[in-house]
């Protein structure tokens, strides 16, 4: 200790990150040892924390994944491989205590494989209770815990607040947290703050691009936003192409469903709320107070197929073929997209009109950092 400074904090910072209350500390005049008293119920807690941090020289990373489908099942299959990259270059051990879907969940703090997780989801007969889970979480105090959701569940989003007052990590490609009121997304960011646990939703916006760090680090770096406008959707990007091809629209729509391109409900895409979405998330990340009402969105399909059930709609959805046709030849060859629109005043920065959502041709790309089909351009000063 007398030839490593910091080594006291070390201590005491690794068991206040896991939850484990010190009641008193003492520290020899030699400086040769350090002592703590904590609670008997807490001290294989602080062992193992201690031991991690210590003897073993890695940063252990706890992971309780919610929603196994196609973007939670391409997890497990992604961090199963990069597992032993992780430890081997990074001293990082990612272990995976706990998933959950719909129906069933698994819990085991000693670690589950990546690899054979969903096996052992199937094998498994407890039932799924969110409520359950969260208490779980709550009463593990594991170290550096981080919670994956990989759902579209509005429920599961409400929590995260929760999960980070517990000091739970939350990553997320769900849209819904940040898209609640603005009052919601304010305690987000407050909670993430006080408790200094991260809260990352990256892929929300720009199909897994690093769309929402650059716009922070454009701020950051004291450029002022004009105007963000794009393509922010790439199944709509994809219905577009097809329709310029000459396709119908309820045939093209019909095979991005079956690939996996569309949100669970084609909908969510088609009256325009997935963009919407998206775009409420920049436009708060940039400081603009908006709430849903204040965005002017487009639907690609008329109010009278919203009511439907999702599979009489995808039955009745030829019904806008003729509509699409004739819109798609009315543009004389350019192309149609569904763009994305927010513009601030250049003076002062607040916003100008209302941020919108349209079908519209594209306008030419000038003094832009990045333009893709997925992506968003980012215009700059």
Not at 147 to 156: G, P, R
């Amino acid at each position: 200790m007398r030839q490593r400074p910091g080594l006291a904090g070390r201590m005491f910072s690794t068991m206040g990150r896991s939850g484990v209350n010190v009641l008193a500390i003492a520290q020899g005049a030699s400086e040769t040892n350090i002592s703590a008293v904590v609670r008997d119920t807490e001290t294989q807690q602080a062992v193992r924390a201690l031991h991690e941090a210590f003897a073993l020289a890695r940063t252990r990373a706890h992971v309780f994944l919610i929603g196994t489908g196609v973007v939670g099942e391409k997890f497990l299959e992604l961090a199963a491989e990069q597992a032993s990259v992780f430890l081997e270059e990074m001293n990082l051990n990612l272990q995976l205590v706990g998933l959950a879907n719909t129906s069933q969940m698994v819990w085991d703090a000693e670690g589950i494989p990546f690899d054979g997780a969903l096996d052992r989801l199937d094998d498994e007969d407890r039932s799924t209770d969110l409520e359950v889970i969260l208490e779980r979480l709550a009463e593990s105090r594991l170290d550096r815990l981080i919670v994956v959701d990989a759902t579209a569940s509005d429920t599961v989003a409400r929590h995260y607040p929760d999960l980070l007052d517990h000091r739970a990590a939350v990553v997320t490609p769900n849209k819904r947290a940040n898209t609640q009121s603005h009052d919601f997304y304010r305690r987000l960011q407050s909670a993430s703050h006080r408790r200094r646990v991260p809260y990352l939703y990256e892929t929300t916006v720009g199909a897994g691009l690093p769309v929402v760090s650059t716009l922070r680090g454009l701020l950051d770096s004291g450029d002022r936003i004009d105007r963000i406008e794009g393509v922010f959707s790439g199944t709509l990007a994809y219905l577009f192409d097809e329709l310029a091809k000459g396709r119908a629209f309820s045939e093209v729509l019909r095979e991005a469903r079956d690939q996996g391109f569309t949100e669970p409900d084609p909908r969510d895409d088609l009256k325009g709320e997935d963009v919407a979405r998206k775009l409420l998330i920049l436009a708060r990340e940039i400081g603009m107070p908006l709430e849903r009402d204040d965005l002017t969105v487009e639907s690609l399909v008329p109010p009278d197929l919203m009511e439907d059930s999702v599979e009489t709609f995808m039955k009745r959805i030829e019904k806008v073929d003729a509509d699409w046709r004739e819109r798609v030849a009315a543009a004389e060859g350019e192309r149609l997209q569904c763009i994305g629109r927010i513009t601030l005043d250049s003076a002062t920065g607040t916003p100008r009109g209302q941020a919108s959502v349209r079908v519209r041709s594209p306008p030419p790309a000038t003094k832009t950092t990045r333009s893709s089909s997925k992506a968003p351009a980012l215009a700059r000063t």
